[in-house]
C-alpha cells in the first residue's frame, strides 16, 4: 500500500512541477512580449522624433522663403512707389518770365511741377 502512496505522491509532483514549469513558461511569454512592446514604443517615439524634426525642418524653410519673400515684395512696392511719384511729377523747362506767373507751380530750381489728377 506505500508504494502505491509513493507513485501518486510523485504523480502529484510531478503535476505541480509541469504545473510550475507552464507558469513560468507564461511568465517568460509575457516578459517577452512586454520587451517587443517597450521596442515598438521605442520605434514609435523614434519616429515621431523623426517626424516632428522634418515638420520643424520644412516650417524654417518656409519662414525663410517667406522672409525673402517679403523682403522681394517691399522692394517690389518701394520701386512701384518710387515709379508713382515720377510719373505724378515731370519736369519740364520753365523760363524766369514764367515763373513769376506762376509762384504756387514752380520749384526753387526754376522747373515747373505739373501734377496729375
Do not use: F, H, W
Not at 505541480?16 to 513558461?25: A, L
Not at 522663403?65 to 523682403?71: N, S
Not at 518710387?82 to 519740364?92: F, H, Q
Request: charged content about 75%; hydrophobic content about 10%.
Amino acid at each position: 500500500y506505500m508504494g502505491e502512496e509513493k507513485k501518486e505522491e510523485t504523480k502529484d509532483e510531478k503535476k505541480e512541477e509541469s504545473k510550475d514549469e507552464k507558469k513560468e513558461e507564461k511568465k517568460d511569454e509575457k516578459s517577452e512580449e512586454k520587451k517587443d512592446e517597450k521596442k515598438e514604443e521605442k520605434k514609435e517615439e523614434k519616429e515621431e522624433k523623426e517626424e516632428k524634426e522634418e515638420k520643424e525642418e520644412k516650417n524654417e524653410e518656409t519662414k525663410e522663403e517667406e522672409k525673402k519673400d517679403d523682403g522681394e515684395a517691399k522692394k517690389d512696392k518701394e520701386k512701384k512707389d518710387d515709379k508713382e511719384e515720377k510719373e505724378e511729377k515731370k519736369d519740364c523747362l520753365l523760363y524766369t518770365s514764367d515763373a513769376a506767373d506762376d509762384l504756387l507751380c514752380v520749384d526753387l530750381g526754376g522747373r515747373r511741377i505739373i501734377k496729375k489728377k
